[in-house]
């Protein structure tokens, strides 16, 4: 009996995962592609988790000439010689909080790993010089030109990013440890550079002005991640697990993986993208869960909303140009960048005529993730709030909208605020973070024009129109419904449609009344 494939969770090492039985797609001939282009120093940004690590090391395997572990992939037919470079790889991710004296101490643990295999030069005292001797003694000791590869290159700086006395400190010493690249460039076949961040060519890069930047460019827009074309060529068994799990057809559980971990674009045009973590992890369990948001720790991204002045209904739905996404985090004037490369918005559309880009949240985990993670600056205990967010959507599931309102009515009645209550749009804010938890469980589009909340609720059995009015009525949120002609507008849906009108109370901090209407 044929041994199932196993999905490489955390798997980084392109070794490990081809000689185990590990799902591989292959990216190999963007590989060649990128390693026989114009530039010879390359810089990728991607987000956490997005396959930049295993994207390294397969540069690393690649340029070691491990042929034998490329068998059956793309570049196997484009690869004639299969030279063995002397490769230094330098992994910067465990580089996080640490001081001057703790990084620099830092790369020369990591120096000096190299320097067991190739000499170290007495003489070469500072980072910076013993990284030029470590490159100029792999290529005499060889004879071969040396790749050097960095991955996540950015992490040493991405807890003091907005840190005016810590960033130039460390940033210096980090300045300091590239510098030999350019003068090294005799010596260099290939450097590779990946991060979460784009620090500005000054700051990190001053000397190294011939770096190329491909993320966003077309070519290279699935060199991380995985395309839907990928998922349904190699991990047809984990979707057909997942269905019979779900109890739905295949067709169908891939629309629920589409609907929860795609939908990234780092370019335009680009195909859809899908959050390899996520999907992954969700094939091998056979069930969806919240795999990548709950992988990280948001406290700094809602530290930076807060700083930012940014509500929960801003987050996505941003057009800037690629300069004010795409550009250096350290001196942003607005969190979109810092929001687009930690892969919280993404690239949903573009205009050749403006050259603005559409950015929104990629997917519903992202955006369920986002609104949890931004409920306790509204109530003391979130917790109690997420029971009552799905308690009241398998009421509204199961046809009874008054029995999830009244729900809602006693839970916030009874649910201690934080203190910051007393200004214009908290409550609306709340009630946009509910209802878009709701859809967690049901298809929800949510709108806060100013002073109420409209939105369009869907079951399988019944299509929602709800006005949510602050300090008016319930009448008043039902004429409002009228105005818009809603019937018309979702005539070709299908379903009946029922009319919601609900007042919010903000003086008694709960809704006051609603009225609910069959068309």
């Known amino acids: 009996m ?29 590989v060649y592609r990128m390693t026989h282009g ?28 491990r042929k034998e572990l490329f ?36 790369l020369g643990r990591r120096l000096s790993e190299w320097e067991a295999i190739y000499g170290r030069d007495e003489n070469a005292l500072m980072v910076n010089d013993r990284l030029e001797s470590l490159i100029k003694r792999a290529f005499e000791q060889t004879g071969q030109k040396v790749v050097v590869l960095i991955d996540e290159y950015d992490a040493p700086l991405l807890d003091v990013v907005h840190e005016e006395k810590n960033l130039p400190v460390l940033r210096n010493v980090m300045r300091n440890f590239y510098s030999p690249l350019k003068a090294c460039d005799p010596y260099l076949r290939f450097v590779f550079l990946t991060g979460i961040t784009k620090f500005s060519q000054l700051s990190i890069f001053s000397e190294l002005n011939n770096i190329k930047n491909i993320s966003m460019l077309p070519e290279y827009a699935s060199i991380c991640g995985i395309t839907e074309e990928e998922m349904r060529e190699q991990m047809g068994e984990g979707i057909d697990r997942l269905a019979g799990n779900l109890g739905v057809t295949p067709e169908e559980a891939l629309e629920v993986l589409k609907q929860n971990y795609d939908g990234y674009h780092f370019t335009w045009p680009s195909p859809d993208i899908y959050n390899p973590f996520g999907l992954l992890n969700a094939l091998a369990d056979g069930r969806i869960d919240s795999y990548w948001f709950g992988s990280g720790t948001p406290t700094y991204l809602v530290e930076m909303l807060r700083k930012y002045h940014v509500i929960p209904q801003e987050i996505g739905n941003r057009k800037c140009v690629a300069a004010d996404f795409d550009a250096p985090t350290e001196r942003m004037t607005s969190i979109t960048p810092l929001l687009y490369q930690s892969g919280y918005i993404t690239i949903k559309g573009y205009s050749a005529f ?30 109690e709030l997420n029971t009552m967010v799905a308690e009241m959507a398998e009421m509204i599931y199961n046809g009874d909208m008054d029995g999830a309102l009244r729900l809602m009515r006693t839970y916030l009645t009874t649910i201690p605020y934080c203190d910051n209550t007393h200004y214009e749009g908290h409550y ?47 009448e008043a949120a039902m004429e409002q419904i009228d105005l818009k002609d809603y019937p018309e507008r979702f005539a070709l849906c299908g379903l009946p449609i029922v009319k919601v009108g609900i007042n919010f109370s903000t003086e008694k901090r709960t809704i006051e009344g609603w009225r609910i209407t069959s068309l």
Do not use: C
């Open 71 to 106: 068998e059956g992939l793309a570049i196997e037919k484009l690869e004639r010689e299969w030279t063995s470079y002397p490769v230094l790889h330098f992994d910067m991710s465990l580089g996080k909080h640490l001081d001057r004296e703790g990084l620099e101490h830092y």
């Open 428 to 474: 609306q804010q709340l009630l946009y973070v509910i209802f878009t938890l709701i859809g967690n469980y049901v298809d929800v589009e949510v709108r806060t024009p100013q002073g109420r909340v409209d939105m369009v609720l869907r079951t399988p059995s019944m299509l929602y129109v709800i006005e949510l009015k602050l300090d008016k009525s319930a």
């Open 38 to 65: 114009a530039s010879s120093y390359i810089f990728l940004s991607r987000p956490r988790r997005f396959g930049k690590s295993l994207l390294t090391s397969t540069l690393r395997s690649y340029f070691e000439g």
């Open 354 to 383: 403006s050259g603005l880009y559409k950015l929104d949240i990629p997917n519903k985990e992202v955006r369920i993730g986002l609104m949890r993670s931004l409920l306790p600056n509204y109530v003391q205990r979130p917790a």
């Open 2 to 30: 044929e041994q199932r494939r196993l999905y490489p969770i955390g798997i980084q090492t392109f070794s490990k995962l081809r000689e185990g039985n590990y799902v591989y797609v292959d990216k190999t001939e963007l």
